[in-house]
């Protein structure tokens, strides 16, 4: 589609949580904005020359989802993923916009490896790349990156994911530096001593298995202090990645007495527990873990009631070398951005999570604690949304996948409602529908 086409989406249901509207109606998109939107908004472009028609009948339009957690691996892994690859992978999803971690290497502690993400971003196209520099230098947890020239480089926040800050006095002098420029600071809360040499949740299935497990107090005690750190400092922090049902219930606390702080959980967290792990599977194998039962209970609970902000991927490409191998030899993590939507809808109606609290918490949420203007179908607004058909059933494995890695423990398990149309920046950067359709 360019400036000149016209795209109307006919009779879709709309969920936008930007504006509280959940009804069927017409998207009109003209040079790359929301021209109009509602019953019938469509009707006399129909019949039009360079007018794109398309049917909404029993499918959501819903504002483009915002990640704010994910690893694309360039520079200097591209065999595992690269800036093309990913942003490829995030717009099947129905992702405009994705925030990279900096454990590339180089670390992205430095202006010009931030530079260099978004100068390749802006060569691939598709949806927007957005850097989240380094807190430390090297992400050694010592020296603090020059935030200043982060921020001018186009970094929304600062983290050294992969690692946590231990030292207090470096996580306070981090906040406060970070405050200065307005960028929220992301930790990876674990407690690395007590986590030396763990492979998997602590528990009974850890203790089956004899490998060493990562008790839930690693996380709650490191989030426990950063909130007492970011309240005594009036600084913005975000969880990554939260896992733990003690953790949310921190931040619960933490937010009822006004600190300003923010939480994200992924979609395998909310999906699976440590018994996923049994039979040493290493698709399995995340940092943090996969925890038990009752920590998911509580996560699910959590987003619903929007004390866990917002859904992030923490989408991790590796190779099969690196996944097929002796479980504590094995890298964690797994790709998600081509499968969350899939794999996370089915969860509505469940513990309380409505439609309209799942689209906040892909897109409206955390494009808000990444300061990035949110998608929405407003009239007038920069055209970033997605169509998906929540009936289509789907195998990622027999689908296939953009991204360059397949490590999912997801890979043959059907997925539960498809993106079919992704716009990002007012363009399409995903299209699996027929163009003739009407």
Request: aromatic fraction near 4%.
């Amino acid at each position: 589609m360019t400036d000149a086409e016209t795209l109307v989406v006919r009779g879709g249901r709309v969920v936008d949580p930007k504006t509280g509207h959940d009804a069927v109606a017409d998207v009109v998109v003209e040079k790359g904005r929301v021209s109009a939107m509602g019953p019938g908004a469509g009707d006399a472009l129909l019949g039009s020359e360079r007018v794109r028609v398309v049917s909404g009948a029993g499918r959501w339009v819903l504002p483009a989802f915002v990640d704010l957690h994910a690893h694309l691996r360039e520079p200097g892994q591209e065999y595992k993923e690269d800036i093309r690859s990913g942003l490829a992978a995030a717009a099947r999803g129905g992702f405009a916009h994705v925030c990279v971690m900096p454990n590339t290497k180089p670390v992205n502690d430095t202006r010009a490896v931030t530079e260099l993400m978004r100068a390749r971003a802006r060569e691939v196209g598709g949806p927007s790349l957005h850097p989240i520099g380094a807190i430390t230098m090297g992400q050694q947890g010592r020296d603090l990156t020059e935030m200043a020239e982060l921020r001018e480089a186009g970094a929304v926040g600062v983290s050294d994911d992969g690692v946590c800050v231990m030292n207090s006095s470096v996580m306070r002098r981090a906040l406060e530096y970070a405050k200065t420029f307005d960028l929220v600071v992301i930790q990876h809360a674990e407690d690395h001593d007590l986590t030396q040499g763990a492979q998997m949740h602590e528990g009974r299935v850890s203790a089956s298995l004899g490998l060493r497990g990562w008790p839930r107090v690693a996380e709650d005690i490191i989030v426990a202090r950063d909130i007492l750190l970011a309240e005594y400092v009036g600084a913005r922090y975000h969880v990554a990645h939260l896992s733990t049902s003690g953790s949310a219930r921190i931040v619960g606390e933490a937010k009822a007495r006004g600190v300003t702080i923010s939480a994200e959980v992924t979609p395998h967290h909310l999906l699976l527990t440590d018994a996923s792990v049994l039979g040493y599977d290493t698709a399995c194998k995340v940092n943090p873990p996969l925890r038990e039962a009752e920590d998911v209970a509580a996560l699910r609970r959590a987003l619903a009631d929007g004390t866990i902000d917002a859904i992030a991927t923490d989408h991790a490409p590796h190779t099969s070398l690196e996944k097929d191998c002796e479980f504590p030899e094995a890298s964690p993590g797994m790709v998600g951005l081509e499968l969350c939507f899939g794999a996370l809808h089915t969860l509505v109606g469940k513990d309380g999570l409505t439609l309209m609290r799942l689209v906040d918490a892909l897109s409206l949420a955390p494009a808000r604690i990444a300061g990035i203007d949110p998608p929405g179908l407003a009239p007038g607004s920069v055209a970033e949304f997605v169509l998906v058909d929540p009936e289509a059933r789907w195998v990622p494995k027999q689908r296939g996948l953009a991204s360059k890695s397949h490590n999912t423990p997801l890979l043959e398990s059907e997925m539960h409602g498809r993106v079919l149309l992704t716009l990002a920046r007012g363009a399409i950067v995903f299209d699996e529908l027929d163009a003739s359709a009407p």
